[in-house]
């Protein structure tokens, strides 16, 4: 126990050194005249430096949000600024993944076309019908993965609520920062470390695993070279599933930016009072609701 204390304080403090070393050090920066640079850039994306960096960061942030809240609440409204503009970006795959679906069924059952030519502006390409039908799958993954942290800051996710209604302002802060920091950032920050290396494997050759020390990595690196999956499941089928290996790390990305701006503004809330209770927060729901209730009032 005390070594895991000693190994935790330790890199913490060299989670700040490091961050400082990249900053100020010029030959720490990518070089991109080689593919030395994506080596160091895949070790160092799941690696324990990377880690305590991004813990020191939040710490550091969280201390200086304390002292002076403004600057808390001006992280807090720009994440969500971030989460919600890409999921109503993002959104928009739902109205592409129907008329693409009705173009198909019209043109494969009605027409009996087999191929299908895209070409905007003169320049596109020419595949076969059950690619474009494959395809829907990858529209579905960016709303599930682009679209996840949009509808936690919406508040549209599911929860089972027992106690949390029942509880004052104050404990269900408490509630929301314990599910914070004990349920969502652990859980994020696993599925980034797996997915890592997961979608790695799937853009360079020869891949390079978990366990490599940096040493083995750089030794691989002389080797190492862009790969990029182009294989479906289909001879004539989808052939771009590396961008689902992409869109996982940009869900677990989103969403572990939106579990720290979740504990931050739980934080924040909890130290003002119910007063606080979702102030700055971007809705959909609200502005709906305000724009309904404005149209009464004229029509009253």
Not at 74 to 90: D, H, L, P, Y
């Amino acid at each position: 126990m005390f070594d895991a204390i000693v190994w935790f304080l330790k890199n913490v403090v060299f989670g700040i050194v490091n961050l400082f070393t990249i900053i100020v050090t010029p030959s720490a920066w990518p070089n991109f005249s080689d593919m030395g640079w994506v080596s160091r850039f895949i070790y160092y994306g799941a690696s324990t430096e990377f880690f305590f960096i991004v813990f020191d960061l939040v710490l550091i942030l969280l201390l200086v949000g304390l002292w002076k809240r403004h600057v808390l609440w001006a992280f807090v409204r720009g994440s969500e600024k971030i989460g919600n503009t890409i999921g109503r970006v993002a959104s928009w795959a739902v109205l592409i993944m129907v008329m693409q679906q009705v173009v198909i069924v019209a043109l494969q059952r009605i027409f009996r076309v087999s191929e299908i030519t895209v070409a905007p502006m003169g320049i596109g390409f020419t595949k076969d019908v059950s690619w474009f039908s494959e395809e829907l799958k990858l529209y579905n993954a960016i709303i599930v993965a682009l679209c996840a942290a949009y509808t936690f800051i919406q508040g549209g996710h599911v929860r089972v609520d027992l106690v949390y209604s029942a509880v004052s302002f104050r404990v269900q802060k408490i509630i929301d920062m314990f599910g914070s920091l004990f349920f969502a950032i652990p859980f994020l920050t696993i599925v980034w470390l797996y997915g890592w290396f997961f979608m790695w494997r799937h853009l360079t050759r020869p891949p390079l695993a978990s366990n490599y020390d940096l040493d083995r990595v750089m030794r691989s690196s002389k080797l190492l070279k862009w790969d990029v999956e182009t294989i479906g499941f289909s001879p004539n089928g989808f052939d771009g599933y590396f961008l689902f290996k992409i869109l996982l790390i940009s869900f677990a990305g989103l969403m572990f930016l939106q579990a720290i701006t979740f504990f931050y503004r739980s934080l924040l809330e909890f130290l003002e009072g119910e007063e606080s209770r979702d102030r700055y927060l971007d809705r959909d729901s609200d502005q709906e609701a305000d724009a309904i209730a404005k149209t009464a009032g004229h029509g009253a």
